[in-house]
C-alpha cells in the first residue's frame, strides 16, 4: 500500500547542523527528517496497553502531540528541494487536529474535499454522549456545555457514543508568504498512528490527493465518526448498546436518520 512519492530523490537542508549527542536526539533527529517523505512516522501503540477504548485514544493523541512537539524543538525548521525548485516547508501545530474525510478508502486521489471537515481540538472531550442528551443539550437550548451550539438536523458522534460539535469546512486555500498570493490548494502532514504519514494536499476545485499511501492508510482506525442528518432524525432514537464501535467497523445507524460515516485522519501540521 505504500506509493514511492516524487521526493524520495529530494536533499534534505536543516537550518541547524548541531550534533545530537544522545540516542534519543539521534533518534527524534531522524524520524523528523523523513517524517513527510520515507516511511512516515511510527509510534509505539496505544491499543496494546492496558486502557480503556477512550483512554487508548487519549493516550495516542497525548503521544502524537508530544512526538511532534519534541520534534520541533529539535529541529524546528525543515525543508526539502530540488534542484532549481523552491523549498517545501513545513510547520508543526502545537496539537493535534482532525480531519473528517469521506472517499474511496483504496484511493490516493479523488474528489469531493469540499465535504471534507477540520476540528482543530479533539472534539471527544468537548462531547455531550447520548445518553445525556436531553440534561446537557437539550434542557440548555442545545449548547452544549464546552459552548458548541447542537444542530438537530445535522449532528456527529464518534464512536463512544459522545455528540460531537460540527467540523468546520477543511480550508482548502493557502497564502504564499513569500508572494502574498492566494494559492487555490493547502497541504496537511496527515497519518492514521500507524505506519504511514503523507502529505495530503486538497485543492479549492474539491480534488484531492496523498503523496504517499492510500486514504486507509491515513485512517486512524480507532476513531470513528459520523454525521446523522434528517427532520426527523433524534439522539433519543439511538440505541445505546450500539456503542462503543469496534476500530474500523462503521457507525451504528439511528431509526429516522439518513447516515454517512466518515474517516477521521489526523494532522500533524501543514507545508508553508
Known sequence: SHVTTAHNHNKLHLSSTTTMKSALGTILFTTLAYLPVANGLTLPSPQKQNASPLQSRRLALSTLSTAALALTSLVPNVALADSGT??????RYPSI???SALGDPTASSGNGAETWGLWRDDPGPRGVYLK???RRLGANDNVAPAGWKFD????????????M??????????????????IPEKSYIVTGDRSV????TVRENGSWELEKGSLYDVTHLPCRSAAYRGETCAPKN????????KPGAEMPKVDGCSKQDYAVLFVLGEVV
Open 132 to 134: 445525556d442528551y436531553d
Open 197 to 200: 504519514t503523507s502529505i495530503l
Open 86 to 91: 523552491k523549498q517545501r516547508k513545513y510547520q
Open 97 to 99: 487536529r482532525f480531519i
Open 238 to 245: 439511538a440505541n445505546l448498546k450500539d456503542f462503543p464501535v
Open 152 to 163: 438537530p438536523s445535522d449532528w456527529w458522534v464518534e464512536e463512544h457514543g459522545l455528540i
Open 165 to 182: 460539535s460540527t467540523p468546520e469546512p477543511l480550508p482548502r486555500k493557502s497564502l504564499d508568504k513569500d508572494t502574498k498570493e492566494i
